[in-house]
C-alpha cells in the first residue's frame, strides 16, 4: 500500500505558486510531506511537467511522478499516479493543499483500507480529504478527466466505501487563497 500526493495544480486562485508558500518553518508542499507518517510501502508525489525545479523539496524517499496532462484538471494527475502505482495493493489518495491533515487521520484510513474498498474520512458528517482507493478501482480511475478526480467514484452507489469518522477538523480545510493561510 502506497501514499500518492497530488501537487500539480496550477493555484490559480492563489495567485502564485502555493506549494511554495511558507507555512511554519518549511514550505507548503513540505510541511503536507512531512504530516503523512511512516507505514506506507511507497510514497508518489505527482508533479506538472514544469514543476522539475520543485524535485529538491522533496525528500529522497518520494518518488516522483510528472503529469504531462495535469493542466486539464484533478483526474489526470490522479491517473498519472495511478499508473505508476498499478501494483499496489490500495492508495492513500492525498493533496498537496491540505497541510492540517493530522498524522491520526492519515493513519486510520490507511488501517482501513484494502484492494477491494474506497475509504472516505468524514468530520462532524462532512467528507473529506485525503481518501483511500483500493486496486479493485485503479482501471477505472486511470482514464480519469478533468477536474473531479475521483469524486464521481466515491458517488457510485454500486462501489464498497467505507466512511471513517475522525476528530480531524484539518481533512475539510484545504489552501485555495493566500487569506486561507
Known sequence: MGCLVLAAGSSKRFGSDKRLSGFGDKFLLQHVLANIPD??????VVLSDGDKSLSSLIGDDW??????????????????GLSVARDWDAALVALADMPWVTAESYTAIRQQLGPDNLVVPQYKGKRGNPVGIGRQYFDRLSKAQGDQGARALFRDDSVNLKTLAVDDPGILRDIDTPQDL
Open 63 to 80: 518518488q516522483i511522478v510528472y503529469a504531462p496532462e495535469s493542466g486539464k484538471g484533478m483526474g489526470y494527475s490522479l491517473a498519472a
Open 39 to 44: 507505514g506506507f510501502c511507497e510514497k508518489l
